[in-house]
């Protein structure tokens, strides 16, 4: 198993990079997030990757970060998730984003990547709900926490689907009411949403 590439970055394309080790040059398929993360080419790289091995094929997939790894190691542990269908889902959503959405339940986030129907994201949240940890980081944790918080008291649940039914994320709403103090109208903690999340937009 190929565990990283420290080498040349030769070549970018939408869905995949050349990274070049002592003359040989290794294809990877990967994320947009990465091809971004990673800059021009000419550059030195290091780059983690995943081998995956079909009847007909050997692909290496490469990622800028562990965190990306981690999380397309998880994607691909879902029934009917492949390497093609994790790398859409981390084009789409970060790491860090991508575990809001499952602790706060929001399938439809992840719709958003190219070829995720809502059955399929569905089964995502299902199966990677209490799996987090994998690739949480400390940045990540606390707004996890929120939005995992948020969908099981009945008031903040119901100021999330009022935010949601207002046209902001089911994550971003669930890690704003998440994080307000649980003694509040539920009135209060739309408002306080309302206001919140309007800065972000």
Do not use: W
Not at 32 to 47: A, H, M, P, Q, Y
Not at 84 to 96: C, H, Q, R, Y
């Amino acid at each position: 198993m190929i565990y990283s590439l420290n080498g040349v970055l030769t070549h970018t394309d939408v869905n995949y990079i050349v990274v070049e080790c002592s003359g040989v040059g290794f294809k990877c398929f990967t994320t947009i997030n990465t091809v971004r993360d990673l800059g021009k080419t000419g550059e030195k790289v290091n780059v983690f990757t995943y081998l995956a091995v079909r009847e007909d094929a050997m692909d290496l997939y490469g990622f800028a970060t562990l965190a990306e790894l981690d999380a397309f190691k998880l994607l691909i542990s879902v029934s009917g998730i492949g390497p093609k269908a994790a790398v859409s889902i981390l084009s789409e959503l970060t790491p860090d984003k991508l575990a809001v959405c499952i602790a706060g339940g929001d399938a439809k986030s992840i719709t958003r990547a190219q070829g995720i129907g809502k059955k399929t994201a569905e089964r995502i949240v299902l199966e990677l709900k209490d799996k987090m940890t994998s690739f949480e980081n400390e940045n990540t944790s606390a707004a996890v926490s929120s939005a995992a918080s948020a969908t099981k008291d009945s008031d903040s649940a119901e100021a999330v689907a009022a935010l949601v039914a207002l046209g902001f994320s089911q994550s971003d709403a669930a890690v704003a009411v998440g994080a307000m103090d649980k003694s509040l109208s539920v009135d209060e903690m739309i408002r306080l949403g309302l206001k919140q999340l309007s800065r972000t937009l």
